[in-house]
């Protein structure tokens, strides 16, 4: 087989990011639309506790103590690869392929979760012209577009990630505004603050893996690293950000809460799983004008999805082609188009793989919402979070090694200790997040990870045996293996 140029995407993909593209990026990655109008919902229908949001703004903080680490580390690296350079370089090039394998897995079962919801999110716009189709016809017809607009040079995605970005926010904005405005009869700022800051700290525990699944994909930043403008547009991009997720999330928990009531968001939730904030805004809004704010929730709602979908599909083929680069998967996959820089392989590799599990999903009649979606988020926020946990002690003897200021040591040090109890907290409750008909993945999630890691090892092992520089190279910028 003939040698892959993979300098293309240096030349062809080099500076065409700047801070707004990266940030819309970094921010539609973790779904802030769906993440308001799917998960939170979900997070008090399946948790039954009105501590969600004090949950977030812990998670949130958590978040914001590791990523300055993290980026700093990374800056040192100098490697897109994201979690498995990291591994590679604290540890070993094996524990980098094992990283890799997993983060593989993690972030093709959130994906195709993504794929579960987008029937659930562009029904409301179809029926009304009579079209009924079965959500996996409308999956497999949006992975098509998805991978064709990612194998497009990519300042072209990450501007419609963008746009659709922007209009999202700009609706949930003026949503989270009139459910404010409007709270439910009885309810006052002492109720409210009472049901979010519970009496027993341990409330605050159950809904960590649900407020984690808001912020996973926020790492995938790294992975980027070969297409920005500037040295520090990363870390710009991230800064933003943060406090700006962190703000959407506090918005999103609260505002139905206050809309119904503390004693009442629980059933709700049940009721109108994730139309309900449709209903709320619905409720306080003029007939005219609620039908025609709800049909537009509707549409960003989908919208907001294929963001997430693109956004999602950049880093995993990314990786994909990182990977093929260090010879841990085939070198065919890492082969990029010549005139934009897009690893083509790597996009129909990735399609081939959710096509399968949208058909599988769709033969064994699974729920798309309650099954995929859900079932493979929750599989693939639990592998990233095991990796984040992993990166955050690699980052502690990082900064330690490079003497870095002593209060970057301890935010990195608080971060990898809250790191480490949410992920035991999430594998301790993992079957909380499930449906009875994939509570086999209970089980099988973690068997995955194990598997996978095991054979990006045994792959690196292999590797050293057979050319020891190609081994050494791995999640590295020397060429030796590449």
């Known amino acids: 087989m003939p040698d892959i140029d993979i300098d293309i995407e240096a030349r062809a993909r080099a500076g065409l990011l700047g801070v707004p593209r990266l940030l819309g990026v970094v921010m539609a990655v973790v779904t802030p639309l769906t993440v308001a109008v799917a998960v939170i919902p979900a997070g008090y229908a399946q948790v039954g506790s009105t501590a969600l949001a004090a949950t977030f703004v812990v998670v949130t903080v958590v978040m914001a103590a590791f990523l300055p680490g993290y980026l700093a580390m990374g800056r040192t690296i100098g490697h897109p690869g994201g979690f498995y350079a990291f591994a590679a370089a604290g540890w070993s090039p094996a524990a980098g392929a094992a990283a890799g394998a997993v983060a593989l897995l993690s972030y093709a079962s959130l994906l195709a979760g993504l794929y579960g919801v987008i029937g659930s999110a562009a029904a409301p716009l179809l029926e009304p012209a009579g079209i009924h189709a079965h959500w996996a016809v409308l999956a497999v017809v949006m992975l098509a577009v998805v991978t064709a607009l990612s194998a497009w040079r990519i300042t072209v995605p990450t501007t419609v990630v963008l746009v659709l970005l922007i209009l999202d926010l700009a609706w949930v904005g003026l949503t989270y505004a009139v459910l404010l405005a409007a709270p439910a009869p009885g309810v006052d700022v002492a109720a409210v603050v009472a049901a979010l800051v519970p009496d027993d700290p341990w409330a605050l525990v159950p809904p960590a893996p649900l407020a984690f699944l808001a912020w996973v994909g926020i790492e995938t930043v790294m992975t980027y690293r070969s297409s920005v403008r500037g040295q520090d547009t990363i870390g710009r991009a991230t800064r933003l950000a943060v406090p700006a997720l962190g703000a959407v999330y506090l918005a999103a928990a609260v505002s139905p809460l206050v809309a119904v009531g503390p004693g009442g968001i629980v059933q709700a939730a049940r009721d109108h799983g994730d139309g309900l904030v449709f209903v709320l805004v619905a409720e306080r809004l003029p007939d005219g004008l609620a039908q025609a704010w709800v049909f537009v929730g509707h549409v960003l709602f989908a919208g907001g999805v294929v963001a997430a979908m693109l956004a999602f599909t950049l880093p995993v083929t990314a990786t994909i082609s990182n990977l093929s680069a260090d010879r841990l998967l085939p070198r065919a996959l890492g082969l990029r188009s010549q005139s934009t820089g897009a690893p083509v392989r790597a996009c129909a590799a990735l399609a081939a793989g959710t096509a399968a599990v949208i058909t599988a999903a769709a033969a064994l009649d699974w729920r798309p919402v309650e099954h995929l979606f859900l079932g ?3 599989v693939g926020a639990l592998g990233v979070l095991l990796l984040l946990t992993t990166t955050s002690v690699l980052v502690v003897t ?41 509570m086999f993945l209970w089980w099988a999630a973690p068997a995955a990870f194990v598997a996978a890691a095991a054979a990006g090892a045994a792959r690196a092992w292999w590797l050293r045996r057979r050319d020891p520089q190609v081994y050494d190279a791995i999640g590295t910028l020397d060429k030796a293996g590449r």
Do not use: E, M, N, Y
């Open 376 to 378: 493979g988020g929750a």
């Open 398 to 438: 990082h900064l330690r090694r490079s003497s870095a200021p002593g209060t970057r040591i301890a935010l990195a040090i608080t971060a990898a200790v809250a790191l480490l109890g949410l992920s035991t907290v999430s594998l301790a409750g993992f079957d909380q997040l499930l449906a009875p008909s994939t």
